[in-house]
């Protein structure tokens, strides 16, 4: 995974917020993850739907240059913030292999194609619903409980790190879908984004669950991957509908977590991770990760309705080597693997793995 890569320059950013330093994988806490595309790791494999990642071009740049079922062509962020704790990957949830030690590790909750409302996502069929996640949850709790006694459970659970991503599909796979969706006629944007918000603090009961240190995703650049590039683009422009949606929802999100920290009586439970600051940073200010420059990607006239053409937000790097992340076309698609033992030849610049190309 290439230094350069938005995947590794958001686990960080998420690992920075934490505090947390890289433990031995002895010490290593548990990790839970809960969401959609942009951190399931193969829970979809195991369903009958259309939202899936288990053909190439996804995984052609991870270690065994197969899919997995990540939504990316290499790592996504859920392993980059394992690396750093000091453990393996969580196995999927509806893994076979989610058993025994495996346990100890955490889960991965995660289904690509969901969101914080029921409805978003209907069109791919079988996915598991965020309610369905936190059921999930409470079942993975029980089997640990009985691998392992209540009360190591219990103190298992409450020591470890958790991640939730939402609310991206609920507007790509929802309000935007279709002109004149469903939820465009019943709410104005400005009034839907307060209205899934207070949907999301209903989900967000993990506190009730045991968790107690919880990082939430607030929504990247979502006018600005490459399967809205190529669907509402002509010039490369970003997606304005989708972008002042970003806008709206994040420092709402935000506010509402800083209440939920007060109801609970703590300020460090739920955590808010700005990562369409990240993503909008590392296209635009790329020189602060590292990167000569951000591949095919211009400066917005505004935040609100900004321009970024781009095939993948990449960059060249000012370092002589990287690894092989592929470069990504307006859909998302990775070009063809290249040649060598790792799948590169001292390429010259780097490339992000199209993580936001998918459910």
Known sequence: MDACSPVLVVGALLLVLLGASAPTASA???FFVFGDSLVDNGNNNYLMTTARADAPPYGIDFPTHMPTGRFSNGLNIPDIISEYLGAEPALPYLSPYMRGENLLVGANFASAGVGI??????????????????????DYQRRLAAYIGEDAARERVSQSLVLITLGGNDFVNNYYLVPFSARS??????????FI??????????????ARRVIVTGTGMIGCVPAELALHSLDG???????RAADLFNPQLERMLTELNGEVGHDDVFIAANTNRVSFDFMFNPQQYGCMHAQGSRRPRSRAAGRARTTG???ARRRPTCAPTGTCTPTGTPSTPRSGPTGSSSPT???????????
Do not use: M, W
């Not at 006629?185 to 307060?194: A, G, K, L, S």
């Not at 918000?197 to 045991?210: A, D, P, T």
């Open 28 to 30: 290593a806490r548990a």
């Open 237 to 243: 422009s970003c997606a304005p509908d989708l972008t």
């Open 313 to 315: 937000s990449g960059c």
């Open 349 to 359: 610049s780097c490339t992000a793995p199209p993580t936001t190309s998918a459910p």
């Open 117 to 138: 409302l029921n409805d978003t996502g209907v069109q791919f069929v079988n996915i598991i619903r965020i309610a369905q996640q936190l059921q999930n949850f409470q």
């Open 197 to 210: 918000i207070s949907e999301y603090k209903k989900v967000l009961r993990l506190y009730e669950l045991g």
């Open 185 to 194: 006629q019943q709410f104005e944007i400005h009034d839907y984004v307060p």
